[in-house]
């Protein structure tokens, strides 16, 4: 999990929900993507899940659009959002994909980017001394916090011990 | 407080809706975001990038993006940048291919470019195999890597991509790891920006034929120092490392070749006179 | 709409007697600097200020400098287009390897050959000529004039033998010497003097008549430029060079000349790069050129294929060398059609179009860009050393008014843009880096419309359909073949001469020879090489018994390659044989006196 010790501080409530925001819809752009992905790779079961899984992270990027209206939002350049690593915290890491991975690691991918949300707002709430700020990272934390229990509960119907690991038994192919 | 002037295109304007053939878990969808993403942060509207490609997994790009694209034939993207730059200055080039495309078939078109130092960026996503035949070794794989082309290993040694573009005279030398996004980003961000021909070796591990490469995850490591001008030392800088330090080593002075093609034209018919006896 | 310039296509050719004094062929040779190739374009240049025609071919050793050198003329009162069959007469300035060349300058039956007695005996191959021998000390006579030089009394003797006038050779000369100063000018006029005095002692001239019409001035060209001005007036603004004997040439005109205009001219690391360039410099919208000789052809196929598929125009230029392989660079040969229509793998369909003649060259280059753009496919223009780099007196000519004009979108609607879309015509309208909404992926992977890589048979088919109808179904006009006939009533010719690119030269002289003979012939010199047009070359064969077909292959590349498209009508004949000596007049008359007298 990536530290969210060094990250910039967030000097008021508009800049904490252009955060909230932009966490919402990377995470939504990305499940869509592996979606897309797994399609690819004749994964469908996956491919379902993420897709779901968008449909929620977009649920949620409405709600706080909706809190959105009427605040003073900034407009923050893609680079100079201050997430604490490579991207936003919920956006899964595609590189620890797989075509043949199965719905339980796939949760806990989708696990640890939810607990990652989580840290990142909690941290927020931990370090900031503005009240308005505090109020929503406060939300944010508990609704991220929630997520993180959906997906555990969603794991829990995948027990480790009943896991079989895919195989692919055909070999590679050169499509060009 | 990072508040600034919105931004006139989002990553997202230029992803084409294609989804890609990679396999997933590849480091070229990273690639594949970094670069959008820098363009982004560039403003350059997409219908003034090109992106051109060669052969291969990473070669498939151009179509996954929402600029014009080009995927010619196996190792001569260079060329064909070279040929676009110089026809139409006023757009950004951008060469994107592989380690077999870029390096092996079109090793000789990489020296000149570098040594010509058209002002377009070249980025090498670099997995040290050949994944799009099923995996054979690439110019930068390594000597005991063991294939079916190859058994027990080639036992040459890797070309080095860096060392080569600075000898070569490129201005611009930078190595990076796809999965570090933001790094990737801002390196193709600068590459882009600076004038010359600019060289970024990302490693992009292949999943499916050189699963060992997920440890580059953690065996990458930033540059320690900052980027010289000085040829000299960014060649012993590079010479030492060990093949996975990443960030920007060069910035070179060098002018960019400026031959190029007007915007308008004179009428050709002052060109006989010289044959009127 | 283009306006055509009639290039003496469909032309008759009056029954009119060579007469005395209507030509004359000549020939200056010399080694180690001598200086002979520059005493024979000053010469030549001359004559064109004169109002003549003519043409010069150089022989040349395999030495870089100082080499073995001969400058090979034709001078005549109407357009020169092959070199002489017979030499009227020879000055050499000296006799070292003089073997070499002296099967490409046989010399007429009572022809001059001129020595000086200071550079040995005249060489058995001269003396059996049965050529009368003439002795003049040009060294000596260099020696004399302070500043003196054998090429330039060489220079006299030639021009006084052909009768050209001292002043016109001067002005040439003052123009080219203009930086060596006025002591350099005065020398030369010396030497021209003392030589043309000498050429009245020879007892014997050849004083050629000023033509009857001077037109509105010559031009003086090579094959090889005239086809970088063809390209550069069809439109051609980027060039990419690899250089390669014989075409080098076309590179270093348009290098300077496309700069002049706003152009540019890239040199590439080999010719797979230089293909790439111009095919990424057509992509952004440029009509795009590159030049090279049979070993770079091979080395460009694959991207040739490129071109095709993801129909972006681009014209090359072969100027075609003996081959395979290396072979003879420095010498003619039309051994690349094979590759040059059948290289490419895959089914390819592109243009191939062949000049027939150096003022040809123009005309066939401009075209080819035309067919090029239009069509949106790859172009070949199969020059060869023998026009390529031949040097020709011609009419100034006018512009054929073909442009490149590219069939391009210029707005993109919501619905979006599809690159590869099927039209009436066959040719998609192409988007132009720039242009908003038109972003597209050019591939040489077979693809959807919108461009997208594809293994579906229906993407695959149509798309094939489409690029093979453009090619066929295209208006190509009457320019696909140059087709002329020496006689003026409406019965068909005994014989059809069937022939392509440069020799069209030695068989349009070959009908003329004939025509002095009673022999009616009609000539069908393709330019349009492929696609073939079938059913025009089969309407010119009409009626006529007898067809011989004539090229400059080992193999008979052209005949196997019309009898594999078309049942050829009547008796067919088919002369071929390799280079590097050209296929003369003479010859094709031979071959045709043979059959009728059969």
Redesign the interface.
């Known amino acids: 999990m990536t530290t969210n010790d060094n990250i910039a501080p967030i000097s008021s409530a508009g800049e904490l929900l252009a955060h909230a925001y932009q966490m919402e819809l990377d995470a939504q752009e990305r499940y869509d993507f592996l979606a897309d992905q797994m399609e690819t790779h004749n994964n469908t079961g996956l491919a379902r899940l993420f897709r779901e899984l968008s449909r929620i992270e977009g649920l949620h990027a409405n709600d706080i659009a909706e809190q959105m209206k009427g605040m003073d939002i900034p407009e923050i350049r893609p680079v100079d959002f201050k997430f604490p690593g490579e991207e936003s915290p919920e956006a899964l890491d595609m590189g620890d994909m797989h075509y043949l991975m199965t719905p339980r690691q796939a949760l806990q991918l989708a696990l640890r980017a939810e607990q990652n949300a989580f840290a990142f707002f909690n941290h927020i709430l931990k370090v900031t001394t503005d009240e308005e700020v505090k109020g929503f990272a406060a939300e944010f934390a508990e609704e991220e916090e929630e997520h993180v229990e959906l997906v555990l509960r969603e794991l829990s119907k995948y027990p480790e011990s009943e896991e079989r690991q895919r195989e692919d038994l055909d070999p590679p192919v050169s499509p060009e | 407080m990072n508040v600034q002037q919105q931004p006139a295109f989002k990553a997202g304007d230029y992803k084409s809706d294609i989804t890609p053939i990679w396999c997933p878990g590849c480091g070229d969808f990273h690639v594949l975001l970094s670069a959008t993403k820098a363009l982004a942060e560039l403003g350059t509207p997409p219908e003034k990038i090109a992106v051109i490609s060669g052969i291969g997994c990473s070669s498939r790009i151009p179509a996954y993006t929402n600029c014009y694209g080009f995927h010619g034939v196996h190792g001569r993207s260079l060329a064909l940048g070279a040929g676009l730059k110089v026809a139409r200055p006023d757009l950004t080039v951008m060469v994107m291919s592989g380690d077999g495309d870029g390096f092996s078939i079109g090793g000789n078109h990489f020296l000149h470019a570098c040594r010509r130092n058209i002002d377009m960026t070249y980025i090498v996503m670099d997995n040290r195999v050949y994944g799009m035949t099923k995996g054979q070794p690439s110019p930068t794989t390594e000597p005991d890597w063991d294939s079916a082309l190859s058994p027990g290993g080639t036992g040459l040694s890797p070309f080095h991509p860096l060392v080569i573009a600075l000898a070569s005279g490129a201005n611009f030398v930078a190595r990076s790891f796809s999965g570090n996004i933001k790094a990737t980003t801002q390196t193709i961000v600068e590459a882009v920006r600076h004038p010359g021909f600019s060289f970024v070796e990302i490693l992009s591990p292949c999943v499916t034929f050189r699963p060992d490469e997920s440890s580059w995850k953690t065996q990458t490591h930033s540059a320690s120092v900052e980027a010289t001008d000085d040829p000299a030392r960014a060649a012993r800088r590079i010479m030492t490392d060990d093949g996975f330090n990443v960030g920007i080593l060069y910035r070179g002075k060098r002018k960019p070749y400026d031959i190029h093609v007007e915007d308008t034209f004179k009428d050709p018919a002052i060109l006989g006179e010289e044959f009127a006896v | 709409m283009a306006v055509l310039e009639k290039v003496r296509d469909r032309e008759t050719v009056a029954q009119t007697a060579e007469a005395a004094g209507d030509s004359i062929a000549f020939a200056i040779v010399g080694s180690g600097g001598a200086g002979a190739l520059t005493a024979g374009a000053i010469l030549l ?1 001359a004559a ?2 004169a109002g003549w025609y003519g043409l010069m071919t150089r022989s040349v050793g395999p030495q870089i400098r100082g080499g073995e050198a001969a400058a090979l003329i034709s001078l005549a009162n109407r357009p020169v287009d092959c070199p002489a069959e017979e030499y009227d007469f020879l000055v050499a300035i000296d006799w070292r390897n003089v073997d070499r060349f002296a099967k490409e300058m046989p010399l007429a039956e009572n022809a001059l050959a001129i020595g000086d007695p200071a550079a040995g005996e005249v060489p058995a191959i001269i003396v059996n000529t049965g050529a009368t021998l003439a002795q003049t000390e040009l060294k000596e006579l260099a020696g004399a004039i302070p500043g003196g030089r054998e090429n330039m009394i060489a220079a006299g003797i030639a021009a006084g033998l052909a009768g050209l006038p001292i002043e016109i050779v001067m002005a040439v000369i003052a123009s080219k010497l203009e930086s060596k100063g006025q002591g350099a000018i005065d020398a030369s006029r010396r030497c021209l003097e003392v030589g043309m005095q000498q050429a009245r002692a020879y007892g014997k001239s050849y004083q050629l008549r000023a033509p009857s019409t001077n037109g509105n ?5 090579t094959g090889n ?1 005239a086809v970088g ?1 063809g390209a ?2 069809g439109g051609v ?2 060039a ?1 060079a690899y250089p390669i004997t014989p075409a080098t040439e076309v590179l270093e005109w348009l290098s300077p ?1 496309l700069r ?7 040199q ?3 010719e ?3 293909i ?11 009509a ?1 050129i590159t030049a090279t000789s049979g070993p770079g052809l091979s080395l460009m196929v ?2 040739l ?2 071109a095709i598929a ?1 129909e972006v125009p681009i014209v090359v230029v072969d100027v075609m060398r003996g081959g395979p392989s290396t072979g003879i660079p420095t010498k003619s040969e039309q051994s690349d059609l094979n590759i040059a229509v059948y290289g490419c793998h895959g089914d390819a369909p592109h243009i191939v179009v062949a000049p027939l003649s150096v003022r040809d060259c123009l005309f066939s280059a401009q075209w080819a860009v035309y067919l090029a753009e239009a069509m949106q496919t790859a172009a070949i223009i199969l020059s060869d050393q023998s026009i390529g780099q031949a040097r020709a ?1 011609i009419d ?2 006018i ?1 054929n008014g073909f442009i490149a004009e590219r069939k391009t979108v210029k707005s993109v609607s919501e619905e979006g843009y599809n690159r590869y879309a099927f039209t009436d015509d066959n040719i998609s309208p192409m ?1 132009v ?13 077979t693809h959807s419309i919108r ?3 594809s293994t579906k048979g229906e993407d695959h088919q149509k798309q094939l359909d489409k690029r093979r109808d453009k090619v066929e179904k295209f208006d190509y006009g009457e320019h696909w073949a140059a087709i002329e006939h020496n006689v003026r009533d409406k019965s068909p010719p005994e014989f059809n001469l069937l022939t392509w690119g440069s020799l069209a030269g030695p068989a349009r002289e070959a009908m003329r020879l004939l025509s002095n003979e009673g022999i009616s012939v009609k000539l069908i010199a393709m330019r349009l090489i492929a696609p073939l047009r079938k059913q025009e070359l089969l309407t010119e064969l009409g009626e006529t018994a007898r067809t011989l077909i004539v090229e400059q292959t080992h193999s008979g590349q052209f005949h196997q390659y019309l009898r594999a498209k078309c049942d050829l009508p009547g008796e067919i004949r088919h002369f071929h044989r390799p280079g590097p000596q050209p296929i003369g007049p003479k010859e094709i008359c031979d071959q045709i006196r043979d059959w009728k007298s059969s």
Not at chain 3, 217 to 221: A, E, K, P, T, V
Not at chain 3, 260 to 266: E, H, N, R, V, Y
Not at chain 3, 433 to 445: K, M, R
């Open positions: 240049e064109g200020k001035g010559r031009w003086l060209i430029e001005l550069v007036r603004r980027f990419a000349s002049k205009i706003g152009g540019a001219l890239l590439a690391e080999d797979l790069a230089s790439n360039m111009a095919i990424g410099a057509s992509f952004g919208g440029r795009s694959e991207a294929g490129l993801s007196l100034s000519p512009d988007a880096p720039g242009l908003p909404g038109g972003q597209y992926t050019a591939d040489g992977l461009g997208l890589p």
